[in-house]
């Protein structure tokens, strides 16, 4: 079966802190892709990033970065020197070939202080 | 240009009553999916559309059902309302499996 597991139900830090938020995923498809979103207060997903199993290259965006590491079946993300417009719930999710539905994790809540 | 256009914003129904909620996608957008989102249950997957064919659905009752128009806009229609199916109802468009998938803003649903 299919799953993914983020097992920070929330995380508060200080502004300026880095934080690191833990996706792990369960598949034994060879293909596959992974995601993160951001949802603000709104309630809109914003879409970070997407990453197919075959690359496994981490990337970075700013102050966002991204873990994949297929030999622990885990995709972190990273945010640098945290502001507080970073304060959102996130979430990791996967996406099987041909498969066309999005299975997420139950998402971070992330607290970013001033 | 313009985003995934989700309509209406806010919905309260009557238990037992109906609701259609509807979803414009991005131009060029062929595929269009949906998804329910509640406190207890988190995010699931209900249908996916593309050109007009359903490819994918999700775990749910048959009182949820959606259609995709000719022209890509989508809709779902939720039959007989329960109190549980209040929730956030977030459509997504996608160029393609490889494009990744583009959300509304979503349609809350209140049942009372």
């Known amino acids: 079966a299919q799953k993914v597991t983020q097992a920070q139900t929330e995380i508060s830090v200080v502004e300026k802190e880095d934080v690191t938020l833990d996706c792990v995923y369960e598949?034994?498809?060879?293909?596959?892709?992974l995601f993160w979103y951001k949802q603000p207060p709104s309630g809109e997903l914003v879409f970070l990033i997407r990453?197919?199993?075959?690359d496994e290259q981490n990337e970075i965006s700013g102050r966002y970065s991204w873990n994949f590491q297929k030999s622990t079946s885990s995709f972190n993300f990273t945010i640098t020197a945290s502001q507080v417009v970073d304060s959102a719930v996130y979430f990791c999710a996967l996406d099987l070939d041909s498969n066309y539905q999005l299975i997420w994790g139950a998402g971070t809540k992330l607290i970013i202080k001033p | 240009k313009a985003g995934v256009t989700q309509t209406p914003r806010y919905l309260i129904k009557t238990r037992g009553q109906q609701v259609t909620l509807s979803c414009s996608p991005i131009s060029g957008h062929r595929s269009v999916s949906w998804y329910q989102q509640t406190p207890g249950q988190g995010l699931q997957f209900l249908f996916e559309y593309f050109s007009e064919t359903q490819r994918n659905k999700g775990n749910f009752p048959g009182r949820f059902s959606g259609r995709q128009f000719s022209n890509s806009r989508s809709e779902m229609n939720v039959s007989t309302l329960e109190l549980g199916d209040s929730a956030l109802y977030l459509c997504a468009s996608s160029l393609g499996q490889y494009d990744g998938y583009t959300f509304g803003s979503g349609t809350r649903l209140t049942v009372v």
């Open positions: 598949t034994r498809d060879t293909t596959y892709y």
């Open positions: 990453r197919n199993s075959f």
